[in-house]
């Protein structure tokens, strides 16, 4: 029997808390394959949806454990409270979750579409390479944003058999390439304003303007290209953007409270997406910032860091 203790330390470090961010990457993924590849709502496979859905989530679940206990050295200097150098979960416990459920993820994603598959196993390359290497260098932000991005084409792809995968056009590749780049740079954001905000010494103007340059990226590539070419709607979802975006910038440089703001920041994965859901799908206007709350409301039941 798990006492409650150990079950909420297993949520947190599965940080399950941000899955709902996780749903919105690979439903806008899902949005953007079935804009590209079907139109034709008789040929999807609800089975199919259903079955990549939980393959992402067992692959970010499986990533986090994976996290977690390679870092058992690191963490028993610098946070022995944590639950594996604590005592309270055994390492080998900890990275056999971890590949069962990346084990999973990927066979389902090969069941649904062997180029779905394919996207899936680049995932995994990228938790690998994250895991070895985040506590060495401070560009392993690109792994992990990396297997953020890679959501996208999992989904996208898993409409397609691997003949039409091999007959797509290269021409779809600045759409999966300017997505990555808006979700990269908000990633890379969260991260350096966290650092900066985070340093004994008070950030300069430039340390404070660059992290929030980053924040402001899917902007840029994703609501900036749609206004461009007079996508008009895109509008709503760039000002909830900007307003959740300014409202957490304000408020950890007035508490100084980085955990709280990467955190919030986090959760607001979805108003990400959000930029081209509602062009893409406006009937589907309540997704993303229902799962953003969602993700919110999961943090008051285990850290989502």
Known sequence: MISRERFIDLLAMSR?????????????????????????????????????????????????FLNDAHDLEFDEKTRPERPIPAGRWSRKTIFTFALVLMGLGLGLCLLVSAASGLFAAGII?????????????????VFMAGARALIYPTAAFSFLSWERFQAVSPEVLPIFVTIALGLG?????????????????????????????????????????????????????????????????????ANHNVGQFVSRTLAAIPLVDCLLVIPLAPHLWFACPILALLALGLQKIAPAT
């Open 16 to 64: 399950f808390a941000n899955l709902p961010t996780v749903w919105s990457n690979g439903l806008l993924g899902t949005l953007v394959g079935w804009t590209l590849f079907e139109r034709n709502t008789e040929s999807i496979c609800p089975l199919c949806l259903t079955a990549v859905g939980l393959a992402l989530s067992f692959l970010y679940l499986g990533g986090c």
């Open 125 to 141: 390359v990228c938790v690998l390479a994250y895991t070895k290497w985040h506590k060495r260098t401070a560009w392993s932000f």
């Open 185 to 253: 740079g908000y990633i890379l954001g969260i991260s350096l304003t966290a650092k900066s905000e985070s340093s004994p010494t008070p950030p300069t103007p430039k340390e404070q303007a660059i992290p929030v340059a980053c924040l402001c990226a899917p902007s840029i590539f994703i609501s900036g290209l749609l206004l461009l070419g007079g996508t008009g709607i895109a509008a709503a979802p760039l000002l909830l953007f900007f307003v959740v975006l300014i409202f957490s910038v304000r408020s950890v440089r």
